[in-house]
C-alpha cells in the first residue's frame, strides 16, 4: 500500500496561485504514474493532470493547460501540482493519486491510490 499525504490547499482570489503537494509517507522513490483530479460540490472527478515516473510524460486537462504544472521529484517522494492564474472554476477537492503503472493518463481506473484531498477555493 502507497500513503499519499497532500498539503498546499487554501482560499485565494482569482489569478492568485496555489501550489500543492502530495509526499509518499515512506518517502520511498516508486516507479508509479502520478495524478491529481478534483471534484467540485454536484460534480464528477475529473482529471486534472499527471505525469509519469521519469517525467517524460505530462498530460493536463484542457480546462487547465498552460496555467497548471505537474511536476515529481523521486528522490524526495513528492508530487507537486503548481495553479497559476486560479478562476473559480478550479474551486475543487483535489485529490493526488497514485497509478499501478509508469505511465497512465486522464482514466481513473488506472490509479490504485489515492491522497485525502485537500479545498482549493477561488473567490472572484
Known amino acids: 500500500q502507497v500513503r499519499l499525504d497532500q498539503s498546499g490547499g487554501g482560499l485565494v482570489q482569482a489569478g492568485d496561485s496555489l501550489t500543492l503537494s502530495c509526499q509518499n509517507s515512506?518517502?520511498?522513490?516508486?516507479?508509479?504514474?502520478m495524478g491529481w483530479f478534483r471534484q467540485a460540490p454536484g460534480n464528477e472527478r475529473e482529471f486534472v493532470a499527471s505525469?509519469?515516473?521519469?517525467?517524460?510524460?505530462?498530460l493536463y486537462a484542457d480546462s487547465v493547460k498552460g496555467r497548471f504544472t505537474i511536476s515529481r521529484d523521486n528522490a524526495k517522494g513528492t508530487v507537486t501540482l503548481q495553479m497559476n492564474s486560479l478562476q473559480p472554476e478550479d474551486t475543487a477537492i483535489y485529490y493526488c493519486a497514485a497509478a499501478r503503472g509508469s505511465y497512465s493518463g486522464s482514466s481513473q481506473d488506472a490509479y490504485q491510490y489515492w491522497g485525502q484531498g485537500t479545498q482549493v477555493t477561488v473567490s472572484s
Open positions: 515512506r518517502r520511498l522513490i516508486a516507479n508509479n504514474a
Open positions: 505525469i509519469s515516473w521519469r517525467s517524460d510524460s505530462r
